[in-house]
């Protein structure tokens, strides 16, 4: 517990881990997301071009424009800024910020289920997209390389790696992605040398010209939304870093990714005649030197290995809250180690190796698998933006500050939202699938309880003191135990369920010396635990 205290203290091994546990996701997003947007631009079908004089200078920088600023509206502002602000008592993700506000309205609940169903949805689709984008790269050296198979063999490897815990593969997180990111930099870096007027995509012009004049200004909003799929992550693993390790870290991450964006950029601009989008043409591999191919696939596919873990392990904790707010059904949980933050959860591991298999197998690229994904995680992120306005209201944030976040925020994500609609038809219903059948267990589960709650009968427990004491007292009724334990579900000390008296009367007399009726509560906050002992009733005199 002292160092969940201290998780908020900046430190620089704090920064560090937080590269490898919290960017994971938006850091390996450069690897797919120019490659989809400019899919859409020239209007790519089954491999034959319908626009092949689509690319522009000026759509090229409407287009990192529009990235730029996506990442400094959504992730920097909505969740390094404020969000990371919701914390409950260091730990953060959508049902720890529901347990903050789920006093303030019955229905928030319906936000935080369809939000963590459509996160768990995201870590079926995530590990498929990164780790087959990463392994794609070895098709400019080697053109009829088999990447399917080698993408089923490390997502294989990845999930049996679970049930021993990530504690020592963890410890290399950190190194590996701050290799990750500064070697973005500096190839981004060694293109935007060449034509510094690339720097214009700062400029937010670019991007509202973009979005008033293009004819599928929409749809390429829907590839725009890639480059920010991971800020959801950013806010789950806020236990695991603390606030101010992510906020400077991002610091770091925002400037790298963005040099990356802008060279990917300048290539594309001085190539944008022969430039074709595919599994073999990839703007983030083009910009990397031809004798560092090989070296940069192991790089870019230990990147997506731990992008896909802290995926993986998010849904193990996003489960595991589920369950302790009775949202989910009671299964087996394994802590493989006593490090904060440490479970695995058999079943879910195996139905989300399932699930990667399954998405790989059907879409074969990640070109097509790139239909499939963000439609999801804009649903999160809406679900998120309501429970945050709650958030701000409970700690009486100003009424105009607190509207303008959720008009804000409601416009960006509901126009991200309209921009993946597209994306149903091609592929995305896989994903809408998904999260309606994790809704369906979790929404069922939850009413099912609520109608169980309502006809359990409870009864006045003072009514039977006499009657248990004398039984405690009967020597002529066999001793059933010296302490026998009920649990009990009554909110109140004076209640107790009616089938409790009948198991220990009525049904088969049940002597002891003590009598327990243990009540548990869910607290709110995390790694809380505490009890307390009151005699309703003393058998013996």
Known sequence: MSSHKNVNALTAGGVLISLGIVFGDIGTSPLYTLNAIFTTVLGIKDGQVTNPNGITPAIVLGVLSCIIWTLTLQTTIKYVIITLRADNKGEGGIFSLFSLVRKKAK??????????????????ITPSITVTSAIEGLTNKFEHIQVMPIVIAILTVLFVIQQFGTNLVGKLFGPVMFVWFAVLG?????????????????????????????????????????????????????????????????????????FNYLGQGVWIIHNMRSYVPSSKVNAFFQIVPGQ?????????????????????????????????????????????????????????????????????????????????????????????????????????????????????????????????????????????LLGSALFTVMWGW??????????????????????IKELSDDISVPKYSSHLVYLTS????????????????????????????????????????????????????
């Open 490 to 541: 009554a909110n109140f000390k004076t209640e107790i369920e009616s089938k409790i008296i009948y198991s220990i009367i009525p049904k088969e007399p049940k002597r002891a010396d003590v009598y327990w009726l243990v009540h548990v509560d869910v607290m709110d906050e995390p790694y809380t635990m505490d009890y307390k002992v009151e005699f309703l009733s003393l058998i013996h005199i």
């Open 186 to 258: 500096i190839l981004g870096m060694s293109f935007i040398v060449k034509d510094l007027s690339i720097f214009a995509a700062l400029n937010p012009y670019h991007a509202i010209n973009l979005l008033v004049s293009h004819p599928k200004a929409f749809v390429i909003l829907g590839g725009v939304f890639l480059c920010t799929t991971g800020a959801e992550a950013l806010y789950s693993d806020l236990g695991h870093c603390g606030r101010n390790n992510i906020r400077i870290s991002w610091i770091f991450v925002k400037v790298m990714l963005i």
């Open 292 to 432: 560092f191919q090989i070296p940069m696939v192991v790089l870019a596919t230990m990147a997506a290995v731990i992008a896909s873990q802290a995926l993986i392990s998010g849904s193990f904790t996003l489960i595991s809250e589920a369950v302790r707010l009775n949202l989910w059904p009671k299964i087996r949980i394994v802590y493989p180690s006593v490090t904060k933050g440490q479970l695995y959860v058999p079943s879910i591991n195996w139905m989300l190796w399932i699930g990667c298999c399954g998405i790989v197998f059907f879409f074969e690229r990640s070109e097509r698998m790139d239909a499939a994904y963000g439609l999801s995680i804009t649903i999160a992120m809406l679900m998120t933006t309501i429970l945050v306005t709650y958030y701000l209201r409970s700690r009486r944030f100003p009424r105009y500050l607190v509207i303008t976040f959720i008009v804000t925020y409601v416009l960006i994500e509901g126009t991200f939202l309209v921009s993946n609609l597209h994306k149903f038809l091609e592929g995305g219903w896989l994903t809408v």
């Open 107 to 124: 229905w928030l609940v319906i936000p935080a289920i369809v939000g963590g169903c459509a996160l768990l949805a995201d870590g079926i």
């Open 446 to 467: 939850y009413v099912a309880r609520k109608i169980k709650n309502r006809f359990v009968k409870y009864v006045d427990i003072e009514d039977y003191y006499q009657i």
